[in-house]
Nanobody, 118 residues
Framework: VQLQAYGGGLVQAGGSLRLSCAASGLIFSSGMGWFRQAPGKEREFVATINWSGSLTDYVDSVKGRFAISRDNAKNTVHLQMNSLKPEDTAVYYC?????????????WGQGTLVTVSS
């Protein structure tokens, strides 16, 4: 099982980035989530989506700015991030599982760095 997250980079505040996570080695029928970890902080939940894409959930700080989606035909999940803020700077991780707790996720990608400059 392998999850490959990509799409991070440096962007100015107010800009947009689209993260993607490609899954291989598993049947892509589980929920997926994005977490992030800023320097010196604990990993925090960002967004999750169920297997069909019909249910999503977001941490309050990104609601209205981020959108999670998935393409089951391509075994990928995306995180569209708009109106980025410096406080969104973190390493973003994708994972398979459900809920808002990291304990509900079993497989994790390697992370992709997002840096938002002010």
């Amino acid at each position: 099982v392998q999850l490959q997250a990509y799409g991070g980079g440096l962007v100015q505040a107010g800009g947009s980035l689209r993260l993607s996570c490609a899954a291989s080695g598993l049947i892509f029928s589980s929920g997926m989530g994005w977490f992030r970890q800023a320097p010196g902080k604990e990993r925090e939940f960002v967004a999750t989506i169920n297997w069909s894409g019909s249910l999503t959930d977001y941490v309050d700080s990104v609601k209205g700015r981020f959108a999670i989606s998935r393409d089951n035909a391509k075994n990928t999940v995306h995180l569209q991030m708009n109106s980025l803020k410096p406080e969104d700077t973190a390493v973003y991780y994708c994972a398979t599982g459900t809920g808002r707790s990291a304990g509900g996720y079993n497989y994790w990608g390697q992370g992709t760095l997002v840096t938002v400059s002010s």
